[in-house]
């Protein structure tokens, strides 16, 4: 999956793993990460979640990183924010207002030092976007630029053999070969996704909570 791939899907406003409400696992899990107002939270490959919405109305700082130029502006038009916009490094604005500044790029190229500190990240359908081949260095680079901040992460697992990603199938397997060495995992809750995916495939969606070890 390329930025052409994820670029086109925003342009065609072929969102279907946008979810209408705020996700009421994030709603439910996020108190156990116990951050305290004011803190700043990492969301990447954030498109335009109303998950966003939910942070900065309880007080959090959001700090994304998003390929496409059209769902950071959608995400300001939709907060009803009008955001500063500064070219940060070739190929990378910053979008910003108030609590919120969104990275416009490839995740690959934001570095620690652009990003700055951030106290957890929240990983709802980006590892899943991302084909088993990029998954590694993904999960490599998330933990480098954000120095290893918990994570409250949300996939989902499947036989990958039914249907094509992206969302990719992530087992438990996975999540311990990308993070074990760095983290002590939990998984929160396993539910089923109704009606499945895509035409109905069993799915499952798992909640973790990842801390530094
Ligand atoms: C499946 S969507 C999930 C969006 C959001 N997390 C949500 O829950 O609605 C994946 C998003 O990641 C973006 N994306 C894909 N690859 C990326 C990359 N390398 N760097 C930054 N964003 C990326 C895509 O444009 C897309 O908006």
Same mark, same amino acid.
């Given at each position: 999956?390329?930025?052409q791939?994820?670029?086109?899907?925003?342009?065609?406003?072929?969102?279907?793993?946008?979810?209408?409400?705020?996700?009421?696992?994030?709603?439910?899990?996020?108190?156990?990460?116990?951050?305290?107002?004011?803190?700043?939270?990492?969301?990447?490959?954030?498109?335009?979640? +109303?998950?966003?919405?939910?942070?900065?109305?309880?007080?959090?700082?959001?700090?994304?990183? *998003?390929?496409?130029?059209?769902?950071? *502006?959608?995400?300001f038009?939709?907060?009803?924010?009008?955001?500063?916009?500064?070219?940060?490094?070739?190929?990378?604005?910053?979008?910003?207002?108030?609590?919120?500044? $969104?990275?416009?790029g490839d995740?690959?190229?934001?570095?620690?030092?652009?990003?700055?500190?951030v106290?957890? $990240? @929240?990983?709802?359908?980006?590892?899943?976007? +991302?084909?088993?081949?990029?998954?590694?260095?993904?999960? *490599?680079?998330?933990?480098? $630029?954000?120095g290893?901040?918990e994570?409250l992460?949300?996939?989902?697992?499947y036989?990958?053999?039914?249907?094509?990603?992206?969302?990719?199938?992530v087992?438990?397997?996975?999540?311990?070969?990308?993070?074990?060495?760095? @983290?002590? $995992?939990?998984?929160?809750?396993?539910?089923?996704?109704?009606?499945?995916?895509?035409?109905?495939?069993?799915?499952?969606?798992?909640?973790?909570?990842?801390?530094?070890?």
């Amino acid at each position: 999956m390329d930025a052409q791939f994820w670029n086109m899907k925003w342009q065609k406003n072929q969102i279907g793993f946008h979810l209408a409400a705020v996700n009421p696992l994030l709603v439910k899990y996020f108190p156990v990460m116990g951050l305290k107002e004011g803190a700043r939270v990492f969301v990447p490959l954030c498109g335009k979640t +109303l998950d966003i919405h939910w942070f900065l109305q309880r007080g959090m700082n959001v700090v994304g990183v *998003e390929l496409s130029q059209i769902a950071v *502006e959608q995400l300001f038009s939709e907060i009803g924010l009008t955001p500063q916009i500064s070219n940060m490094a070739p190929n990378m604005q910053c979008f910003k207002a108030k609590n919120l500044n $969104i990275f416009v790029g490839d995740i690959f190229t934001l570095s620690r030092a652009l990003l700055g500190d951030v106290q957890a $990240i @929240y990983d709802r359908a980006a590892l899943v976007a +991302l084909p088993p081949a990029m998954r590694a260095a993904y999960a *490599e680079h998330l933990m480098d $630029i954000s120095g290893k901040a918990e994570q409250l992460l949300v996939t989902l697992e499947y036989d990958q053999s039914c249907i094509a990603g992206p969302p990719f199938s992530v087992t438990r397997q996975d999540i311990h070969r990308y993070y074990g060495a760095e @983290y002590t $995992i939990n998984c929160l809750e396993s539910t089923a996704v109704t009606g499945g995916l895509k035409g109905g495939v069993p799915a499952t969606e798992n909640v973790w909570v990842l801390k530094p070890e």
